[in-house]
């Protein structure tokens, strides 16, 4: 039988696992965590937690290397410390665009990151919108794939724009595009996007008629926000009257915040599985929504052996 439920988080983002313990009516789990002078990192959990039902919530951000090697070093002082079940919270898997070997002599880097995570002591994964589907095969224990499409649903659907039409960026995203166009029984169009180096995209072609209407761009991740900025030109050259967009994962690396301010961009949706505030703050077309009453649920639902799946939506 599972014990207590208990909320830890590394350092990668404390303002979400504030939020989660909030919306469950926890205390933020005791653990230290600081790097020695040479940078290696040290981990010590604060409080007993023998028999206990361990969620850890780290987001594999920037610096991502040392975010992996502390959630990795985190599982393993958890396991070593006798509890129950622990559970990888991971609102944003780094690494997850290299899921295939699409040039020869490269590595599948999401596969080895999932065998890292469960050799490290994570009896589950939970995690929210990974860049390719199939990447929860690459976990050898059980994967609750969370989406932030009712997040972002809810938000489009305040901003009531008018003759409003869904745009995926790529091919791949397609699906995400088009389930949220169903449910806001907008239009659907597509961009054709050819990818010309890494972070550089050109896009060539816009499928779908937006002359004259509110085009808003859903995407998984925002990095260098090359692709967002791109598109914009596209759409409003075939006549789109208003572009916005919507980022789950707000990488924002290098010059995207400046790129996004200097776009015709008029709104930018972004979720908290990254640390935004900083960036919100940096640039006015940024609009924070939060993803924690979403973990917060999972959570719950997971530690009381209760369906999670209404949360697929």
Do not use: W
């Not at 924070?288 to 979403?294: F, K, Q």
């Amino acid at each position: 039988m599972l014990g207590e439920l208990k909320v830890f988080g590394g350092r990668s983002h404390p303002a979400l696992v504030s939020e989660i313990c909030d919306y469950l009516g926890l205390s933020v789990g005791q653990v230290e965590a600081y790097n020695f002078s040479d940078g290696e990192t040290f981990c010590q959990i604060r409080e007993n937690v023998r028999g206990s039902d361990v969620f850890v919530v780290q987001s594999l951000t920037a610096p991502v290397n040392d975010n992996l090697v502390e959630l990795l070093i985190m599982l393993d002082a958890f396991k070593r410390s006798s509890a129950s079940r622990v559970t990888a919270v991971l609102p944003y898997y780094a690494y997850s665009r290299q899921d295939k070997k699409d040039k020869p002599r490269v590595p599948i880097t999401a596969k080895l990151v999932a065998d890292l995570i469960s050799r490290a002591g994570a009896d589950r994964i939970l995690t929210m919108d990974l860049h390719a589907s199939q990447i929860q095969g690459f976990f050898d224990v059980p994967v609750d794939h969370l989406f932030a499409a009712p997040v972002l649903l809810e938000a489009i659907r305040e901003l009531q724009i008018p003759d409003l039409m869904i745009v995926s960026p790529d091919a791949g995203g397609v699906e995400r595009a088009r389930a949220i166009a169903k449910r806001l029984e907008a239009g659907l169009a597509i961009l054709d996007k050819r990818r010309v180096a890494p972070n550089e995209a050109e896009v060539m072609n816009v499928i779908g008629d937006v002359e004259g209407r509110s085009a808003m761009i859903i995407d998984d991740i925002i990095d260098t926000a090359g692709t967002m900025t791109k598109a914009v030109e596209a759409l409003k050259a075939k006549g789109a009257a208003r572009v916005l967009a919507a980022g789950i994962h707000a990488v924002l690396s290098g010059p995207a915040l400046e790129r996004i301010q200097k776009s015709g961009f008029e709104t930018v949706l972004i979720t908290n599985t990254t640390p935004i505030a900083d960036k919100v703050a940096a640039c006015d077309k940024l609009r924070p929504l939060s993803v924690a009453p979403l973990l917060g649920e999972a959570i719950r639902r997971i530690h009381e052996n209760s369906s999670v799946s209404s949360l697929f939506v």
